[in-house]
């Protein structure tokens, strides 16, 4: 679980990246200064090494014993830098010249002296203990023969202690950036974790059931921006949880109320043994009504859990005209027994891409509402056109109407204007609810308007398909 962690993955990550570029600083930096001296030394040392042998070349056609206090002349007018070692042997590697004694030291590199007479130049050079240490062997030529070799040897303390110092520093400030990463990516993490346990906290509330829960988040980065997007999901589903207990409890009620119908009227007719013919038909009437209704009611229920399970059917070429000549026909019995007179003025050429069942429960729906509603001896009319690239059909009844109030609600769910006329007509506050969602499906558009004359007019628009 340790090293699983977002914070421990994000705090390794740092450190790795500053270890890498303190590492990289306090060698790849400090080994190039080292270089950049080491090739100053050899332009120098050889310089100096080469400037004697020169002097020696110009003076001098072979080096002998007897030559060394001229040999100390020469040298001794040269401007020879302070510090400095010069050996000068002859063609035998016999020490002419070593005002240092350098020549008797134990680790004097005679084994160079001899391969600088073969007619080679020699340098290296080394850096330990804070000195830059730097010897060029030149051998000294006269008429295409070695006489004799320059040794010339420097020890530079200086740049070598300027070298040190300025790796102690970049080590301090190595330290010094550690420690203030450390404090740094601490905060941080501990920021950031303290705002992503707010939101699994939240997550933890949501999914317990407390769909009111909000995360307060300032700030305008990736984490608050997600805070907004949950802030946004809870309302969402807090609304919906709304919904549900209202679809719920709305859907528990009306299909209550016929079961508690026929329960009471089997009640009679069981309890009352002297029940007489008449009597009985009646209550039995009743029964089959409520049934009619109860069954009503749940196939509009499951019509409205098809439509919010988004099953899509296969899509057709639908013809309007025909759909909605059909459900003319099946509603003109309704018509007829309340007195409500059907007209329509259907457009040939509206093809929509649809289902029929899908057409029938808007067409039913619409037109069906548009006759229970309606006033004694009222009229509905149907039309259907083409209107920009559109299917337009239009309900225009002469009905009761609807309140301005109620007009924004009226295609919600269980929504009905006038309960107890809704109820006598056999509404259940689901048709209008089917309307919407279909045509929302197949992605159409439906509203509703009062009429000037009285009454209501639905309006129902589609992608004409050609």
Known sequence: MFFSSIRTKFALTHFVVVAIVLVLINTYFLLESRDIVFATKRLSVQSQAELIATRLEETFDSLTQEDEERIAAVVTQLDIAGGSHIVITDDEGTVLFDPSGRAKSANFPIDRIKTA?????????????????SSAFRPIMSRGVAIGVVYYHEDDADQGTLLIEMQNTIQNISIVVIVISIVIVTLIVLSVMRRVKSITNAVKSVREGEYSYMINMKGSDELALLSDEFNSLTGRLKETDEVRRRFVADASHELKTPLATIKLLTDSILQNE????????EFLKDIGMEADRLSRTTDRLMT???LDSHIEDELIKVDMKEAVSE???????LADSMGIKVKGQLAEGCFIRTTEDAVNHIVFNLVENAIKYNQPNGSVFVRLAVVDDKVVLDIMDRGVGVPDDDLPYIFDRFYRVDKARSRDAGGSGLGLAIVKDTVADLNGSVNARPRKSGGMIFTVSFDLYK
Request: no cysteine; glycine share 2%; aromatic share 12%.
């Open 117 to 133: 007479l073969e007619g080679n130049d020699i340098f290296y050079s080394r850096f330990q203990d804070a000195t830059f240490s």
């Open 274 to 281: 002297d029940i007489d013919n008449d009597t009985l038909h």
């Open 304 to 306: 409205l859990t098809r």
């Open 327 to 333: 459900t003319l026909r099946m509603l003109r019995p």
